[in-house]
């Protein structure tokens, strides 16, 4: 059993590095199931076993790189509490600004094809949504409670994680207004709508102004350099 279970391992991570290759290459849209399996020396029938989508090769995808970031691991490791909450919001307006920002033309499509998947068959955006509330939903939620705790946060209705994901689509949206070379909406610089987001989200899930003063003003007032990026969806 443990052999049949390596094997089936080790073909996962073999189609998932012909995929990263063949996306790398061709893009999502210029990706089959076809051309993937042939990369990975596989019939297409043995694909579908492990990955049942092109959708759902790319969220595994997307999902192993956020995991596999250096400064989410570090904060995922730390212990829940306001300080690691502020962090966590300010890591995912720090990850959205900078691909509305960035010349990183892979990351904008990405971005693209989030949200083309809500106007279709939503089967990428549930999957990417799963896999991030999977690895970053209980630090957040964990991280609220000890604030509460703290008397930094008060109590916003019944399921933390829903705030997570007010906050996320709050940024995303943000995101997508700066996309197109003309932006939809000019918001100024970067780093008053980097502040100004933080402290919106900040306040919408319940930190009081000591907190958001005390945690926030480290290292996002204007004179301090930006920290390192933290990558958030």
Request: glycine share 6%.
């Amino acid at each position: 059993m443990s052999t049949l279970r390596m094997t089936s391992d080790l073909r996962r991570q073999l189609i998932l590095g012909a995929a990263r290759r063949c996306f790398a290459r061709n893009g999502f849209a210029g990706t089959t199931t076809k051309s993937v399996a042939a990369a990975a020396a596989i019939s297409e029938g043995l694909l579908f076993k492990h990955f049942p989508s092109k959708a759902a090769l790319y969220a595994e995808i997307l999902a192993d790189e956020c995991e596999a970031d250096p400064a989410l691991a570090h904060l995922l490791g730390q212990e829940p509490s306001t300080a690691t909450l502020v962090e966590l919001i300010k890591g995912m307006v720090r990850h959205f600004t900078e691909i509305s920002d960035g010349p990183d033309e892979q990351d904008a499509q990405r971005l693209r094809l989030m949200v083309t998947s809500h106007l279709d068959d939503g089967e990428f955006a549930r999957l990417l949504y799963a896999k991030i509330g999977a690895l970053i939903g209980p630090t957040f939620s964990a991280s609220l409670d000890r604030a509460v705790a703290a008397g930094d946060a008060r109590r916003i209705g019944t399921d933390p994680l829903n705030l997570f994901w007010f906050a996320h689509h709050t940024v995303l949206t943000a995101a997508l207004t700066r996309l197109p070379p003309m932006p939809c909406l000019d918001y100024g610089s970067s780093t008053d709508l980097e502040r100004q987001l933080c402290e919106f989200l900040l306040r919408g899930i319940g930190l009081n102004e000591a907190a958001i003063a005390s945690h926030l003003d480290r290292d996002l007032s204007p004179e301090a350099s930006r920290p390192a990026t933290a990558e958030s969806a």
